[in-house]
């Protein structure tokens, strides 16, 4: 059974950081590209960022900057580094895999980013 669980959402001043982190089982980490999404109720998911096996990353433009994600493909986890908040960064943030084998995604249930202004 395949499990990708977030933590590390919070509460944060803009301008201020928080690290996202997300465990995943179940699936061959090391053959899946890992990334974070996010949504704010109403809209739809959108891309935050992305990490290869070989860790080749991706970023909207958004964050690009302020954001980085880093993966340990011996724990099986996948990190968020979140800097210079916004107030336009609260969401809902979710863990993502992709896997290059089967080509389908996995979820996780979320965790709540808010900043405050």
């Known amino acids: 059974q395949v499990q990708l669980v977030e933590s590390g959402g919070g509460l944060v001043q803009a301008g201020g950081s928080l690290r996202l982190s997300c465990a995943a089982s179940g699936i061959l980490f090391s053959l899946n590209d890992m990334g974070w999404y996010r949504q704010i109720p109403g809209k739809q998911r959108e891309l935050v960022a992305t990490a290869t096996p070989r860790g080749t990353t991706n970023y909207s433009d958004s964050v690009k900057g302020r954001f980085t994600i880093s993966r340990d493909n011996a724990k099986n986890t996948v990190a968020l580094q979140m800097n210079n908040l916004e107030p336009e960064d609260t969401a809902i943030y979710y863990c993502?895999?992709?896997?290059?084998?089967?080509?389908?995604?996995?979820w996780g249930k979320g965790t709540l980013v808010t900043v405050s202004s």
């Open positions: 993502n895999a992709y896997s290059l084998l089967g080509r389908r995604n996995y």
